[in-house]
């Protein structure tokens, strides 16, 4: 009985558990042993030894080949001792370990006796002469010394060449959601997978990529990024980032950690520049604070580990020119409540966030072999304005975060069964809890508005009133993950078979703030928004309503082989991964709405169904033996990250159209749409339904071909050419070429009568572009736009299919990298780098109009532009030079306990993208019969991604002071964030607007300088 209990745990362990050396982040040390005559010595004992190890040691023997290798290490300093009978021994101590770094260790051993021992001292190797992957590294130690602001896995993509962010931090001044999911693409890839311990840590909601699980910075001991060169554990993605939590030991140590910043800190970097525009204040502070606790040590020593965090923190600030609405429900008018934006200056509008995490890991040695880690962090959080909230539209149009209950489950299982045979199993569960509310001062009855061309007074596509959608009252999500390994490891070869397993889960309803029910009786209530032009009456808005959106990812099963096989000098990271990926979604029914029937769907699954096979090859080699020099490079295939957006968008309630829009004009002036709202032909003052399947629950108002939903998964070849080469003892440098590009795309096609809705069906028109010296074509004639035939509009239904029915799409990237990191004399710490590349975007193939694809949204494809707008430019370049991005940071340690750090970035300025909405007087038909468009239309005035904005430039400071207090050290530091004052534009207003100067407003601009004071005791 007591045999079949003891399977039965080890069975619950290898479920309910995850490696916390899984993939990327585990580190190794390795090498070749031989004699004084250069002869290899197989059968060498070699003993790593470190405080991070809980089991203390680690052994293996040398092979055949005289060749070790040692896995499954915790980053740390570890002494390795090599011994066999009739030689003396050798020890090497102080060997440092990152995550996901192998460290080449040899050895020379003399005839002697064992009891004697050769101490070699030596620095640390920099350069991994194993792997063929490229990765980033930041330490615990070196995040405590830097001016990083909000600390999380946004982190290390900042401080990396060639990560775009989406805005900048600048002490803390973003709130933290939208910081840490602040990385968008490398080299042009979407889809960077974010983890946390190596567990995926994102949302499973549509095509969204932010993290689920918040992180308290801390619980991080490092953070890792791979770029290019992942093995074939390495799940969807094609880069990724990793945060390695810290753990406990056998001494108890604490630390007690805080932050503060006040407006009293902060400085003002308005100029003639930003006051032309009418922004007369910058983003201001109110608070930025910090307060956390953390303790580890032993509840047992060398058998039960536990390391405790707790953390609260927060900000509020004032954003640029961002303030309350005046005019909120003041228009008398019941059923829209609110019909313009003015801004009451003693009201000012801010972003607002606060965190509460509270995390417990412990590590088990259940075993002389066995290892168990359990971790958990219990979270409730609000991101009470939906952020990055910037002033660009009214606080009234953004909506908050209630994340309650919120949190993770992890454990790790690890049994070295041999010195060569390693088995890992586990799960992993997070849960994310989301409901939006509305900000305040906006009633159950107000009406979202959004101002299309612009006023004198307020800018073009602004919105106020009111938020678009609310996700409420249900918002959750979450993933589970399950996966096993064995490695077998020999000097020479580094086997590894694994299996992985991920679910996810979405449930999500989504509601207009206006929608009727016993809280919204006033004839607002009606769920309809409303666009003007000009400040009148333009467009109606309809969404269906109510509204509930579940997806359900049953299985992701990824299956994989590997082998690290080292010939002589020449290492061969040969990868085989097969993928399979089901989703689907549940039973549910909808009972009817205001222009809607009762719905009900049956649950399905098999939507997409997709399998992969993905090889992953490269090779490395150490030019000189000495593991000095290495020259690598890879080639492999990968998926992008699994997400739930297909499913989302074949879901019946999604595919019978869930929205729609019809002209309005306001003859009488009222701001009343005079005509029977449900009645969606030409009546009254509307005009007829942008499309007819509105109002109908008609699933196959939107197809999908198999090619899309079975056969064909978005996936990218990634190709890499690097040398690295250790410059000085502890110092890096390396170059790199990089070619990527993606293998699938996919097109969205109208077909009319089951026929494709060809060019025939559509009239070219052309603009005269504003006379502007900012445009590249301004003044000049512009054709090539296209507007249905009055015949066809809103008629017709959707297809979705793969690209290659039609034509070749592409999209490329080539580009170098150029970096150096790693320690100098006297304790200095230098990183960074110089990256840049060219990147190709072609669809110039015809669907149903000339050269104007639409995506799988069914929008005009633009390069990868924020932007949704007819664009007649099908081949977008972004130039070399556009693509230029320098980042360095470094530390500088002084006398007295005294330090300086810095980090310093140059990336490109804001894209300066041009918009333009038109109505029938500002355009002409080729075809002069026809002299009206259908509805009033946003055209792309010039190529996207052509012009930019000046250059990024961000300097952040910091002084640090230790004391060393007997019982603790206490360490406090000054920050000076945007050290420079810039004010470099990252965002800008791209709709033109006629009437004013609103084009080319800076939307996004750095906050200015900011300094924090921090505080921490160590005992």
Request: charged letters at 15%; glycine letters at 10%; a neutral charge.
């Amino acid at each position: 009985m007591r045999s079949r209990w003891k399977v039965i745990r080890l069975a619950i362990a290898a479920v309910l558990c995850a490696s916390t050396t899984w993939a990327q982040q585990a580190a190794g040390i390795s090498g070749v042993v031989r004699d004084s005559s250069n002869a290899v010595l197989p059968g060498v004992t070699v003993e790593a030894a470190s405080p991070a190890l809980i089991e203390k040691t680690r052994l293996v023997t040398t092979d055949g080949e005289g060749r070790y290798s040692i896995v499954d290490l915790r980053p740390g300093t570890y002494t390795v001792t090599f011994s066999l009978p009739g030689f003396s021994n050798v020890v090497r101590h102080g060997v440092e370990l990152q995550s996901g770094f192998t460290a080449s260790i040899n050895a020379t051993m003399s005839v002697g006796s064992v009891e004697e021992s050769v101490t070699v001292t030596a620095a640390s190797p920099v350069v991994d002469v194993q792997s063929s992957r490229q990765q980033q590294l930041v330490k615990s130690t070196e995040l405590e010394a830097l001016p990083a602001g909000n600390i999380g896995l946004q982190t290390l993509a900042y401080v990396t060449p060639g990560f775009a962010t989406t805005q900048a931090d600048v002490g803390g001044t973003r709130d933290t959601w939208s910081a840490q999911g602040a990385y968008t693409f490398f080299h042009g890839k979407t889809g960077t997978r974010a983890s946390y311990d190596g567990f995926r840590n994102q949302y499973f909601i549509g095509a969204a990529s932010g993290v689920g699980y918040i992180t308290d910075q801390g619980n991080i001991q490092e953070m890792q990024l791979e770029t290019t060169g992942m093995g074939a554990e390495s799940g969807s993605g094609s880069t990724s980032l990793n945060a390695i939590p810290k753990s406990g030991s056998n001494v108890f140590r604490g630390t007690i950690d805080g932050f503060i910043s006040t407006s009293g800190m902060q400085g003002s970097n308005i100029d003639d520049a930003l006051r032309a525009y009418g922004i007369n204040s910058s983003a201001q502070v109110q608070h930025i604070y910090r307060a956390g606790a953390q303790l580890g040590g032993p509840f047992k020593k060398d058998k039960v580990w536990f390391f405790a965090a707790i953390g609260r923190w927060g900000s509020t600030v004032n954003e640029p020119g961002a303030y309350f609405n005046a005019a909120q429900g003041q228009s008398g008018i019941p059923s829209v409540p609110t019909i313009t934006f003015v801004p009451d200056a003693s009201r000012p509008a801010a972003s607002y966030d606060w965190y509460r995490n509270h995390s417990l890991r412990t590590t088990y040695q259940a075993t002389a072999s066995q290892r168990v880690n359990f971790y958990f962090d219990i979270q409730k959080s609000c991101r009470c304005t939906t952020g990055p909230f910037t002033g660009a539209n009214a606080i009234e149009s953004e909506r908050g975060w209630d994340w309650w209950p919120s949190g993770v489950v992890q454990g790790t299982w690890t049994k070295p069964v041999t010195s060569r045979l390693l088995l890992e199993a586990g799960a992993s569960w997070q849960v994310a809890n989301w409901v939006n509310f509305a900000e305040p001062g906006v009633r159950r009855d107000d009406r979202s508005i959004l101002e299309l061309t612009g006023t004198p007074t307020i800018p073009a596509n602004f919105r106020y009133g009111a938020t678009s959608l609310l996700t409420a009252p249900i918002a959750r999500t979450g993933r589970s993950a399950e996966r096993f390994t064995a490695s077998y490891v020999t000097g020479t070869h580094n086997f590894k078979l694994g299996v992985t397993d991920e679910q996810a889960f979405n449930d999500e309803s989504r509601s207009r703030n206006n929608t009727p029910g016993p809280d919204c009786t006033t004839p607002a209530c009606d769920a309809l928004s409303y666009d003007f032009s000009g400040g009148r009456p333009s467009r109606i808005q309809y969404y269906a309503q109510p509204y509930f959106q579940q997806e359900r990812q049953t299985v992701e099963l990824g299956l994989f082989a590997q082998d690290a096989w080292t010939i002589r000098r020449v290492t061969l990271n040969l990868g085989l991964r097969f993928d399979y990926i089901n989703m689907g979604f549940p039973a549910a029914d909808l009972p009817a709405g205001p222009f809607t029937p009762a719905r009900h769907v049956d649950a399905l699954s098999g939507v997409p169904d997709w399998k992969d096979i993905n090889p992953r090859v490269g090779i490395s080699w150490d030019v000189h033996g000495n593991g000095r020099t290495a020259v690598k490079a890879s080639a492999g295939r990968y998926n992008q990250l699994s997400r739930s957006d297909m499913t989302r968008r074949f879901h019946p309630f999604s595919s019978s159209i869930s929205s729609a829009f019809r002209s309005w004009t306001d003859r009488n002036n009222d701001f009343v749409p005079d005509c029977d709202l449900s009645n969606f032909a030409l009546n009254g003052e509307c005009g007829s339904i942008s499309n007819v399947n509105f109002g109908k629950f008609l699933p196959q108002a939107t197809q999908f071909d198999d090619s899309v939903i079975k056969h064909n998964r978005d996936f990218l070849w990634d190709i890499n050419l690097e040398v690295d080469h250790e410059l000085l003892h502890g110092l890096s440098v390396s170059a790199a070429y990089n070619h990527n590009w993606d293998g699938n795309f996919i097109v969205t096609e109208t077909l009319y009568n089951g026929a494709l809705l060809g060019p025939d069906a559509y009239d070219e028109f052309c603009i005269t572009v504003p006379n502007d010296p900012r445009i590249p074509n301004g003044g000049q004639k512009q054709c090539g736009y296209y507007d249905v035939k009055p015949q066809f509009f809103g008629q017709g239904t959707l297809r979705v299919t793969n690209a290659n029915e039609f034509g070749k799409e592409k999209r490329y990237w080539d580009g170098l990298t150029f970096a150096a990191n790693g320690r100098l004399p006297h304790g200095i710490q230098l990183g960074g780098g110089v990256d840049f590349g060219r990147q190709v975007d072609d669809h110039c193939f015809t669907v149903n109009v000339p050269n104007q694809p639409n995506d799988i949204n069914n929008s005009p494809l633009n390069g990868g532009a924020s932007v949704t707008a007819i664009n007649p430019f099908c081949r977008i370049v972004t130039s070399w030079g556009d693509t230029l991005d320098t980042r360095f940071r470094g530390s500088f340690p002084f006398k007295a306990g005294l330090s300086a750090s810095f980090i310093y970035r140059n990336t490109a300025g804001a894209v300066d993208n041009g918009l333009l909405t038109v109505s029938s007087s500002q355009v002409t038909f080729v075809n002069p019969a026809r002299t009206a468009l259908n509805a009033a239309t946003t055209v792309m005035l010039f190529t996207p991604n052509a012009v930019y904005g000046p250059r990024f430039n961000q300097l952040d400071l910091a002084v640090n002071k230790t004391w060393q207090l007997g019982w603790a050290r206490l360490r406090t530091a000054v920050d000076l964030y945007n050290a420079l004052n810039s004010n470099s534009v990252q965002g800008v207003n791209t709709a033109y607007n006629l009437t004013a100067n609103t084009w080319l407003k800076p939307t996004q601009f750095l906050d200015p300088r900011l300094a924090r004071v921090t505080a921490s005791i160590d005992f």
